[in-house]
């Protein structure tokens, strides 16, 4: 039983930056990955950024220089830096949780939080 709350998204312009943050709650003793997704309307949800535990990261290419992903593990909480941000960057952005190690119903996979609006207009 894990938990995902996702926070900081918003309306901004072309060019403009936003970051957002998701903190997993719950009897959590580790987590290996967690990651931002996003799904546009009439679109697949799709993978943004990924970070593990170690301190890897993975973005998609159509992020890469634009979009930072951090993890602060001692809260159980990961971020997403947006910047330069475009109208095609418009979507509700998921976090996502992977591989939780749990202190009561062991290993969980693919946790999801409720997503945020993200919205890139002038």
């Known amino acids: 039983q894990v938990q995902l709350v996702e926070s900081g998204g918003g309306l901004v312009q072309p060019g403009g930056s936003l970051r957002l943050s998701c903190a997993a709650s719950g009897s959590i003793f580790s987590i290996n990955t967690m990651g931002w997704y996003r799904q546009a309307p009439g679109k697949q949800r799709e993978l943004v950024a990924t970070a593990a535990s170690g301190g890897s990261t993975n973005y998609a290419d159509s992020v890469k220089g634009r979009f930072t992903i951090s993890r602060d593990n001692a809260k159980n909480t990961v971020y997403l830096q947006m910047n330069s941000l475009k109208p095609e960057d418009t979507a509700v952005y998921y976090c996502?949780?992977?591989?939780?190690?749990?202190?009561?119903?062991?290993?969980?996979?693919?946790?999801w939080g409720q997503g945020t609006q993200v919205t890139v207009s002038s």
């Open positions: 996502n949780a992977d591989r939780v190690w749990t202190t009561t119903r062991g290993l969980l996979y693919n946790c």
